[in-house]
C-alpha cells in the first residue's frame, strides 16, 4: 500500500508543453505513471507522448477522470493554476512551481482546504510511492519499494536521506516534500495521520527546518496520536540568524524558528533526532534490526 498515489492514480499534467513540464512529464511517464492528460491554454487538441492536450482543466478532467494533477506553471500564473483544479474538486494537487507570492496563497490554501482537496507544496519536489507512481520531479532511480514513509520540508536533502536508507535496504512506501514557502497546503499534522493508517508502513522519516514552528506543533501531535516510530532531522543546524537559507520560510527570526528548539521539541517528544543524514540513516535502520527487520 501507499499514501496519496499509487498505481491507479489517473495524473493529469498542468503546464505539459512548457519547458519545465515537458520534461518532467516525460520522466514520469517513463517511471510508470498513469499520466491520463495534459493542460496548456490554446494548445487544446493536441497530444504529447501520445497524452492528449487540453485547455482547461475542466476538460481534462471531464474527458480523462482524472484524480490527481501537477503543476508546472511559472509563478506569476500558479495560483491561478491551482485554483482552476480546486474548481474541479482534484482531490490531490501538486504544485512544484517555486516563487509563488505569499498573498497568493493565503487564498489557495483556503480554498483548497474549504474545496477538500489535498496540496502538496508550493516549491516542492512532489510525491512518490516507490514502484508505482511518481508525480512531481523527484529522481525515480534512488528511491525503494519498502515500508518507510518520508515527509519533508526540504527538497534536494530530501533525496539525500531516501538514498541513505536505500542504500541500507530501507525501502519507502511512500515520499513526500511538502514545500519550503511560509505558506503551503498539506503540512507535516496532516500526512502523518495517513502514515500512521497505512498497514503497510511501519515508521515515518520526518526531515524539517529552520524558520516557523511547524515542527514544534508536530512534535506535540506525535507524542498525543501517532505510535508507530517517528524518525527527525532538522535541515539548518548552523544557519546564522536573520539570514533566509534557500527556502522563503527557513529563516531564523527574533530567535524563532531555531533548530536548537525543533531538536528539544522532538526529542521531548521522544522523537529521536539525527546530527547527520547518516546519522538518521544509521539510527532507522538500526531499531528496524533490533526489532527484526522492516
Not at 497524452?51 to 500558479?78: C, H, L, R
Amino acid at each position: 500500500m501507499s499514501i496519496l498515489v499509487d498505481q491507479n492514480t489517473r495524473l493529469i499534467v498542468q503546464g505539459i508543453t512548457g519547458r519545465d513540464g515537458s520534461f518532467h512529464a516525460r520522466q514520469m511517464i517513463d517511471y510508470g505513471t498513469n499520466v491520463v492528460g495534459g493542460v496548456t491554454p490554446g494548445k487544446g487538441g493536441r497530444t504529447f507522448e501520445g497524452v492528449p492536450v487540453f485547455d482547461t482543466v475542466k476538460e481534462a478532467v471531464s474527458e480523462t477522470q482524472a484524480g490527481a494533477t501537477v503543476i508546472y506553471v511559472p509563478a506569476k500564473f500558479a495560483a491561478a493554476a491551482v485554483l482552476e483544479a480546486v474548481e474541479e474538486k482534484i482531490p490531490l494537487i501538486v504544485c512544484i512551481t517555486e516563487g509563488i507570492p505569499v498573498m497568493d496563497m493565503i487564498e489557495v490554501y483556503h480554498a483548497a482546504k474549504e474545496a477538500g482537496c489535498v496540496l502538496i507544496g508550493p516549491n516542492c519536489p512532489g510525491v512518490i510511492s516507490p514502484g508505482k507512481s511518481k508525480v512531481g520531479i523527484m529522481p525515480g532511480q534512488i528511491h525503494k519499494p519498502g515500508r518507510i514513509g518520508v515527509i519533508s520540508r526540504s527538497g534536494t536533502l530530501t533525496y539525500e536521506i531516501v538514498n541513505a536508507l536505500t542504500v541500507r535496504g530501507l525501502g519507502q512506501s511512500t515520499c513526500i516534500g511538502i514545500g519550503g514557502d511560509p505558506i503551503v497546503g498539506a503540512g507535516f499534522r496532516d500526512l502523518l495521520p495517513e502514515f500512521e493508517e497505512d498497514n503497510e508502513t511501519d515508521a515515518t522519516v520526518l526531515v524539517g527546518e529552520i524558520g516557523g514552528d511547524e515542527e514544534e506543533r508536530t512534535a506535540t501531535f506525535i507524542k498525543e496520536h501517532i505510535s508507530k516510530p517517528v524518525f527527525s532531522y532538522i535541515v539548518g543546524q548552523t544557519a546564522p540568524e536573520g539570514k533566509r537559507m534557500g527556502h522563503a520560510g527557513a529563516i531564523v527570526s527574533g530567535g524563532a524558528g531555531t533548530a536548537e528548539s525543533k531538536m528539544k521539541a522532538f526529542g521531548e517528544a521522544g522523537v529521536p533526532v539525527a546530527k547527520t543524514i547518516d546519522d538518521l540513516a544509521d539510527t532507522v535502520a538500526g531499531h528496524f534490526s533490533v526489532q527484526g527487520g522492516c
